[in-house]
């Protein structure tokens, strides 16, 4: 299933209670500030998509 959400500033803390996703593409939206350490709890993600972002923290 694929889920399409377009968001804009920082990226929410909450996506780190995503449930199973494999992907997670956040490179056609409007981000910016640091990411979230939550996403990295997320232990069924396969491939994260942070292309032409300009995040102030390193991962």
Not at 33 to 45: C, R
């Amino acid at each position: 299933m694929t889920w399409a959400v377009f968001l804009a500033g920082e990226i929410p803390t909450e996506m780190g209670n995503l449930q199973n996703p494999d992907y997670l593409a956040l490179n056609s939206n409007n981000l910016t500030g640091s990411i979230p350490s939550t996403i990295f709890n997320i232990s069924t993600i396969t491939r994260i998509t942070l292309a032409e972002k300009q995040f102030s923290d390193h991962l």
